[in-house]
């Protein structure tokens, strides 16, 4: 068991299960959407603009969780790539010094272990595990009003009492 501090926005998520008060006094970076690298390859593109306004739209994404974004995307794309070598096979033969031949692992056996349990942690971090999802709770979102009703009503409000 965990014992990191998860953020308000989790929580809320989550519907506070703990039902603590929720800390007033929290950091509030700056909601805005983190830029993309434009180093990122084709994978770690694809990734971050698949998971970006997702994570965004749920308020668990901010101007400051670029690092970790960058490191789960590259972690992403690393497995991916490991992921698809390992297609070809997870071994190679290699002939040892008696002249033995020995079936082996490709390095990307590890590399692909190594990314994917980056990706998990990184996923944990974001609340994107199911488990994590499951804890969750939103409140629906707001009817999205009318601008002509709001108008009207702001000319209703402006005008009552008055003869």
Known sequence: MSNKIKPTALKKLEGNPGKRPLPKNEPQPDPSMPKMPWWFDYHARQEWQRICPELHRLGLLTSIDRAALVGYCMAY???????????????????????????????????????????????????????????????????????????LDYCRESTQGQP
């Open 77 to 151: 794309s690393r497995w991916l790539k490991a992921e698809r070598e390992l297609l070809k096979g997870l071994t190679y033969e290699k002939i040892d010094a008696n002249g033995n031949k020995k079936r082996i692992n490709k390095p990307e056996v590890n590399a692909a272990r190594d990314a994917l349990n980056q990706v998990r942690l990184f996923c944990v971090e974001f609340g994107l595990t199911p488990s994590s999802r499951a804890k969750m709770s939103m409140s629906p979102p707001k009817p999205k009003r009318d601008p002509m009703e709001e108008l």
